[in-house]
């Protein structure tokens, strides 16, 4: 029966040959034009970084020596997730824990982040304060929607990862602020206080993607007082409040005697005004896993959890029951974290100390030296040498003459030609490091 008729076949035989019998596959269809497609996903822009990655995936493929310093991943060949994690993932799966979970976490799950949160940073929160979803990335979009109107002000630096997308999303109005080396590529207390007045949201990340950098303790405190003060005259205005969104998903690396503060333990003032976005993704190489979380006012968190049971962006159940586990096993995460920071180290090492013998000899090019994350910030300080005039030309410069594949930090919101790109760790061995190097070291030679 065509829909709309009743009595059988009574309708135009064409009609009812075209409903019945699909098109044969040599069929073209009719193209969609620009105008069957929304306003959002016209003004929406894919990213860079995935695009990049996607074309060193190409080259790799086909048989190219390529060092892929590009996707902020892991390979599993030099940085596999905690056997005991793997074990406890499989554990699940064989006692049959393949069904839906709650839309906010099972709840062993939330009870140890925030036994977690109490033991390694000493923050106490209630259960409702925690989601649980697949990563980090749901997370932060269940954020912005939650408390972001169309029309609010986000405050936010570049280079940051992302968070023009998300503004965008939500319909929120940017306020972007140019960071460089000078402030260690992340916000001052100084810099934000201009903008804070009419904001609804401050979003940092530290340590930092893309630059690796960790913020200071006495900025993290500087930050989280201004928060405070700002909020204390919003509340005797009867205005609504400044949130900060504190994404710390990569907080467990960190080297050397630099160190992750979170503001609520220098100011715990500011606990009612923090959202922290976290995971497994990066502090236990567990990217494809998709277990990330939220600690957050349970006011803030029950609506994530219903915006985020609407997109179904929930984290695999047999992942959940495993975390929630492994979570409470802090020898071996320690032992763990033991390893896997230092063959990190020793890849950042090995770059920075490569980029600085070249910057010594003459080369035009420096470096910040690790902190923390899985990056590396390096400047190519070629603009203006020759006829390379952009970013965009060092790029395929690097990867076409020392198949050496970095971001530049274009891709994470920054505009300026300057030379600086995002050198990612996790996915090279040394030896593929020490061969890029070499290579590199070839091409700036042309230019000094």
């Not at 986000?154 to 997308?165: F, Q």
Request: hydrophobic letters at 40%.
């Amino acid at each position: 029966m065509i829909c709309g008729r009743s009595g059988g076949r009574t309708g135009n035989v064409d009609e009812y040959r075209l409903f019945y019998n699909p098109l044969p596959m040599t069929t073209t269809l009719p193209v969609c034009d620009d105008r069957s497609l929304s306003q959002l996903a016209l003004g929406l822009t894919g990213s860079e970084i995935l695009k990049i990655s996607g074309e060193i995936r190409t080259l790799s493929e086909a048989g190219r020596d390529v060092c892929n310093l590009t996707v902020g991943d892991f390979s599993p060949k030099e940085f596999r997730i905690p056997k005991v994690l793997e074990d406890l993932i499989a554990e699940a799966f064989a006692a049959g824990e393949t069904n839906y979970p709650p839309s906010d976490g099972t709840k062993e799950l939330r009870q140890a982040v925030i036994r977690y949160y109490d033991d390694v940073l000493g923050l106490k929160y209630p259960i409702e304060s925690t989601v649980i979803a697949g990563g980090a990335r749901p997370i932060i979009f269940a954020a912005y929607a939650a408390v972001v109107d169309p029309g609010d002000k986000v405050v936010y630096t570049i280079p940051s990862w992302n968070n023009a997308h998300y503004v965008y999303l939500t319909r929120g109005v940017p306020v972007e602020i140019a960071v460089g080396p000078d402030t260690n590529f992340l916000p001052t207390a100084d810099l934000l206080r201009p903008h804070i007045r009419d904001a609804r949201l401050i979003c940092i990340c530290t340590p930092l993607n893309p630059t690796g950098t960790v913020m200071a303790r006495d900025e993290v405190e500087r930050i989280a007082r201004l928060v405070v003060d700002e909020n204390e005259r919003r509340t005797a205005a009867g205005e609504r409040a400044l949130l900060l969104l504190w994404d710390q998903v990569y907080w467990m690396l960190t080297f050397g005697g630099f160190r992750h503060y979170t503001p609520p333990q220098l100011v715990p003032e500011v606990t009612p005004y923090t959202i922290f976005v976290d995971g497994i993704s990066k502090s236990f190489a567990a990217t494809g896993l998709r277990v990330g979380w939220v600690v957050a006012p349970p006011t803030i968190t029950a609506k994530m959890r219903d915006i985020l049971g609407h997109v179904g962006a929930w984290a695999p159940r047999p992942e959940q029951i495993a975390v929630a586990k492994f979570l409470g096993m802090r020898a071996e995460i320690d032992e763990f974290h033991k390893t896997m920071i230092r063959e990190l180290q020793l890849r950042l090492d090995l770059l920075y100390d490569g980029i600085e013998a070249m910057r010594r000899e003459g080369l035009p090019v420096c470096a910040i030296a690790p902190q923390g994350a899985i990056y590396l910030s390096v400047q190519f300080d070629l603009i203006g040498r020759g006829n390379i005039a952009t970013n965009e030309q060092i790029r395929r410069l690097l990867l076409d003459d020392a198949g050496f594949a970095v971001v530049p930090f274009q891709a994470f919101g920054l505009p300026q030609e300057t030379g600086w790109f995002r050198l990612s760790a996790g996915a090279v061995s040394p030896s593929q490091i020490e061969a890029g190097l070499a290579r590199v070291r070839n091409v700036l030679a042309r230019f000094a």
